[in-house]
Nanobody
Framework: QVQLVESGGTLVQPGGSLRLSCAASGRIFSIDTMNWYRQGPGNTSELVATITSAGITNYADSVKGRFTISRDDAKKMCSLEMNSLKPEDTAIYYC????????????????WGQGTQVTVSS
């Protein structure tokens, strides 16, 4: 069984910074792409940032230059560094990862964390 657990969400003032973490545990052979999604007050879901197993990153236009995604494969963790936060960044942030659970299975399965709330407000 695989679990993803996010942490780091809190209330922060506009212009502030925050670091979210995602820890993967359980039966994991390898982790492919890791993503951060967010779901805002309007319940719209947005892919915020992606990092492949090769370390290639991609960002939503709304966060480019402000957010940085990184991963530590030894610790099975993914982080999202968020700077210059704006009220419109307020959302529940979810970690998502494509994980291979066995050397005998070539396919990956997609797993989700429970989400962590980020609120940007003065």
């Amino acid at each position: 069984q695989v679990q993803l657990v996010e942490s780091g969400g809190t209330l922060v003032q506009p212009g502030g910074s925050l670091r979210l973490s995602c820890a993967a545990s359980g039966r994991i052979f390898s982790i492919d792409t890791m993503n951060w999604y967010r779901q805002g007050p309007g319940n719209t879901s947005e892919l915020v940032a992606t990092i492949t197993s090769a370390g290639i990153t991609n960002y939503a236009d709304s966060v480019k230059g402000r957010f940085t995604i990184s991963r530590d494969d030894a610790k099975k963790m993914c982080s999202l560094e968020m700077n210059s936060l704006k009220p419109e960044d307020t959302a529940i942030y979810y970690c998502n990862a494509d994980i291979r659970i066995s050397a005998f299975l070539r396919r990956t399965s997609s797993y989700w964390g429970q989400g962590t709330q980020v609120t940007v407000s003065s």
